[in-house]
């Protein structure tokens, strides 16, 4: 007899898009998605970006499949087993995936990286994914996507929490970009080379105090603009810090704009693209594990000078330590999924109340339900008068099949 098929899972809407398919990834649980801007006129359906993200979970799985109405807005998927980067599979000879986003994608490039690196430690083989085309923006988005330098320095070392080595995940940022025109296309090119497999990550207990900021750092880039506007977003941002810290270090980083091809000249000709300048700070901890992230990017229609720039991000960056835990905002969603699928044993997290408290970070929680994860247990932390709230996580026990069992 053959084995009977799974029920399908029924969600509505276009909110946690990514965050459901991974889910459905790594469960192995087929998911039918409808309504999907069902009440759009102009652009009903699928975006530029969730397409394409869903033709990058094809490359990097093996036997997923999926079918779209004509209209766009309903979806059925079907994972497949993660197979990470293999020759002859839709990677190259030097084991890399290369992935082509379209120059409609309004989403940073952080949009496809968050996904891919929780998939990866649960691949067969090692993740390598190169982004390049049209459509890769590097930089902060004010869709809310982070920026590269943010997710590498303040996303990828939380994988240590867990037993996944991040010496060994390399993000290499070979051509910088911001946001193009309205918002969208860039012309970057991003490479991540994940080669940390495991078969179970660690449960994590990171319940303890956060500890006082001991040091900031971060990055101000510029992009075919001019490089003495990281020098003012930098000054702008230390008059804002240096009474609070002394050890601060931002690098400058600056980069040609990237020439594309000009759609509206038929002579072959080329234009630059990605035009723009942001900064990104990360604060650590003397507790370890615990960082905060904050980045502030200029708009795609300009009108916003670097020293405006520069302080929105140090602000930001205090608001984001105010709102305490051991955990940003920008990597709960990492951290509790590694926590859900991990082996099975109650970790415990502790987050601000107002990090708890958002729509994404409940959303998650309904949506590990539904996946058949165990609640969460929330409680009070009595030690302080912070308000934080301990998250209790039971882990799911969802192995690498992959990997053999040690």
């Given at each position: 007899?053959?084995?009977?098929?799974?029920?399908?899972?029924?969600?509505?809407?276009?909110?946690?898009?990514?965050?459901?398919?991974?889910?459905?990834?790594?469960?192995?649980?087929?998911?039918?998605?409808?309504?999907?801007?069902?009440?759009?006129?102009?652009?009903?359906?699928?975006?530029?970006?969730?397409?394409?993200?869903?033709?990058?979970?094809?490359?990097?799985?093996?036997?997923?499949?999926?079918?779209?109405?004509?209209?766009?807005?309903?979806?059925?998927?079907?994972?497949?087993?993660?197979?990470?980067?293999?020759?002859?599979?839709?990677?190259?000879?030097?084991?890399?995936?290369?992935?082509?986003?379209?120059?409609?994608?309004?989403?940073?490039?952080?949009?496809?990286?968050?996904?891919?690196?929780?998939?990866a430690p649960f691949a067969k083989s090692h993740m390598n994914v190169r982004f390049t085309g049209p459509g890769v923006i590097t930089s902060a988005t004010e869709t809310g996507d982070l920026s590269v330098d943010s997710f590498r320095t303040a996303i990828l070392p939380l994988y240590n929490l867990f037993g996944i080595s991040a010496a060994r995940i390399e993000l290499r940022v070979l051509q910088r970009s911001c946001a193009g025109p309205h918002g969208s296309g860039g012309a970057g090119v991003v490479e991540l080379r994940f080669a940390s497999q495991v078969r179970l990550p660690k449960t994590l207990h990171l319940n303890r105090n956060p500890g006082r900021i001991k040091r900031i750092r971060g990055v101000a880039y510029s992009t075919g603009v001019s490089a003495s506007n990281n020098a003012r977003m930098i000054h702008s941002a230390r008059e804002v810090l240096n009474p609070l810290v002394a050890d601060i270090h931002v690098a400058a980083q600056y980069d040609q704009a990237p020439l594309v091809p000009d759609a509206a000249e038929k002579s072959g000709s080329k234009k630059r693209m990605g035009i723009g300048f942001g900064l990104s700070l990360v604060a650590e901890s003397s507790a370890v594990g615990v960082l905060y992230s904050a980045d502030v990017v200029v708009p795609p229609k300009g009108g916003v000078i670097p020293e405006e720039v520069g302080k929105r991000c140090a602000y930001q960056l205090l608001e984001t330590i105010n709102l305490g835990g051991c955990v940003s905002g920008p990597a709960t969603g990492t951290v509790l999924t590694l926590m859900a699928m991990g082996s099975e044993d109650v970790g415990r997290l502790r987050l601000g109340r107002d990090v708890v408290g958002t729509e994404e970070a409940i959303g998650l929680a309904r949506d590990l339900k539904k996946f058949g994860a165990s609640s969460w247990g929330l409680r009070d932390v009595n030690d302080d008068d912070t308000g934080d709230i301990i998250v209790s996580v039971k882990g799911t026990g969802v192995g690498n099949v992959g990997r053999k069992i040690a």
């Open positions: 007899m053959s084995a009977p098929k799974s029920e399908f899972l029924r969600f509505t809407g276009h909110k946690s898009f990514a965050q459901r398919l991974v889910l459905s990834t790594l469960t192995g649980r087929p998911i039918h998605v409808s309504k999907i801007r069902a009440n759009s006129p102009t652009n009903p359906g699928l975006a530029p970006h969730e397409v394409s993200l869903l033709r990058l979970l094809e490359a990097v799985t093996n036997g997923s499949s999926m079918q779209i109405s004509y209209t766009g807005t309903t979806i059925t998927y079907q994972p497949g087993l993660i197979t990470g980067a293999i020759p002859g599979f839709g990677a190259s000879d030097d084991d890399i995936l290369e992935h082509q986003l379209p120059a409609t994608c309004s989403r940073g490039v952080t949009y496809f990286l968050l996904p891919l690196c929780l998939l």
